[in-house]
């Protein structure tokens, strides 16, 4: 699932692979752009927001694509196999002479000009595998709402970027306290705890091929995924249940015992 490290590792791989050379395919499958020929101009860099890519391109432009769930970018060698989904799903494809960059299920892919990228990124918060990452800020943001659902507060890319599901739930675990908590119900410095553990943890797992949050190699994850089996930590049964507002409800992992607060 793509969460701020994915995003990172996709923007590294297709970094390397595009940036200082020109195009010799461009293709954006999207109405939109079925027009739009970007042959011949140079991808001057990649670069991760939160959960976002922006790909800059020669000429003042942006290529702003989002993997939401479920999409990816894949890279492959001439003569190369493209694998990675149906060719249906493929929305872009941008290729150099020694490498082609091919976007599946991207649900959002927008033509921009880099002086406009506020307009797709700019409501976002402190980046927690950026250079402009504020601990101080993305705290704030979190409080600025106690009554918010804790989970759904880690979640809210507008208070800091970068965490999805399964990092909801990995942190709390790692709390000690329900995804359910409200955030003014939080014990006294636990969220400055919080916000350091959120991006110690992406920071370790943004080189990672496969991402972990605990110190063991034979279970990845600490309650993610893992309902109904025990609990790493105390062997109490795993449980599961969905959380959000009704209109965009995730799965949310918690051990009923190690982790404090209201539940549904």
Not at 25 to 46: M, Q
Not at 104 to 130: M, S
Not at 184 to 209: F, K
Request: a positive charge; hydrophobic letters at 35%.
């Amino acid at each position: 699932m793509p969460e701020g490290d994915t995003v990172h590792q996709t923007a590294t791989r297709l970094h390397q692979a595009l940036a200082g050379r020109p195009l010799t395919r461009s293709d954006l499958r999207v109405p939109k752009y079925a027009t739009t020929d970007l042959t011949g101009r140079e991808i001057l860099d990649v670069t991760p927001r939160g959960k976002h890519l922006l790909t800059r391109i020669e000429g003042g432009l942006t290529l702003h694509s989002h993997l939401r769930m479920d999409g990816s970018w894949r890279i492959f060698a001439p003569g190369e196999r493209w694998t990675g989904g149906q060719t249906h799903q493929i929305r872009a494809i941008l290729a150099n002479e020694t490498r082609t960059a091919v976007g599946y299920r991207l649900p959002v892919l927008e033509l921009l000009r880099t002086a406009d990228e506020h307009k797709a990124v700019g409501h976002l918060g402190p980046d927690l595998l950026g250079p402009d990452w504020d601990p101080d800020k993305a705290l704030a943001n979190l409080l600025d709402d106690p009554a918010r659902e804790l989970g759904e507060a880690l979640l809210d890319q507008r208070n800091l970027a970068g965490i999805g599901n399964i990092y909801k739930s990995e942190l709390c675990f790692m709390a000690s306290v329900t995804p359910w908590t409200p955030v003014g119900d939080l014990p006294e410095n636990l969220a400055p705890r919080l916000i350091a553990a959120a991006h110690r943890v992406l920071d370790a797992n943004r080189d990672r091929p496969a991402r972990t949050t605990t110190n063991r190699r034979d279970q990845r994850l600490y309650v993610y995924g893992r309902a109904p089996r025990p609990c790493l930590r105390c062997g109490t049964p795993v449980r599961t249940a969905q959380q959000g507002d009704g209109s965009r409800d995730r799965p949310t992992y918690w051990c009923p015992r190690c982790q404090s607060g209201p539940t549904p």
